[in-house]
């Protein structure tokens, strides 16, 4: 299961050189990584959402709805997509969060972001972080949140718009969900 991070009127971050909308950039991502998944596997892969729409009326209640899917599926995995920001403009790069909660998930997090860079992406490698996001922590399928750059850089957000980097990161993803489950 993949969750693009946002939707509907909560659009997360938006990018200082090209105002680009973090929800539309997860989603986009989103549906390429299903995408490139169905193509070479047998999986049925489901989105917590594939328009833009609140999941809920707040944000606690779209993050309990995001997590409601996951179970009411019996997701075999949890992939939230995000793309961060901040402050200094400067800070740039890609992390993969987990929760300590969960087992097996941290091998899971190294796995993907490893995946990630053997593409020759041109990107900073922030590592793997044990967080507590909700949907990390309360979620019963293995659960990782990828924050693939920050809208706040200017470097990346050109890297999350293009095509070349959307296609190699779904690639990737998938080439580290396949490595997961073979192990």
Do not use: W
């Not at 680009?20 to 049925?44: D, M, P």
């Not at 992939?79 to 091998?107: C, L, M, R, W």
């Not at 053997?118 to 590592?127: E, F, M, V, Y």
Request: aromatic fraction near 6%.
């Amino acid at each position: 299961m993949f969750d693009p991070g946002h939707g509907g009127v909560d659009i997360g971050t938006t990018g200082l050189t090209f105002g680009t909308r973090e929800k539309e950039a997860n989603l986009t991502v989103a549906q390429n990584i299903k995408q490139e998944l169905e193509k070479r596997t047998a999986s049925t892969v489901i989105l917590t959402h594939d328009k833009d729409i609140d999941l809920g009326r707040n944000q606690r209640e779209a993050l309990q709805k995001r997590i409601q899917i996951a179970d009411d599926a019996s997701a075999d995995l949890y992939i939230s997509i995000h793309h961060d920001a901040f402050t200094d403009p400067s800070v740039n790069g890609i992390t993969v969060h987990y929760s300590s909660h969960q087992n097996k998930v941290e091998n899971l997090a190294k796995i993907l972001l490893a995946s990630i860079f053997k593409q020759s992406i041109d990107a900073k490698n922030r590592g793997v972080k044990d967080s507590d996001f909700y949907v990390l922590k309360n979620n019963s399928a293995p659960a990782v949140l990828l924050e693939l750059g920050f809208t706040s850089n200017k470097e990346d957000e050109i890297r999350m718009v293009s095509k070349d980097f959307q296609s190699k990161t779904a690639i990737s993803i998938v080439d580290g969900i396949i490595e997961f489950f073979a192990k």
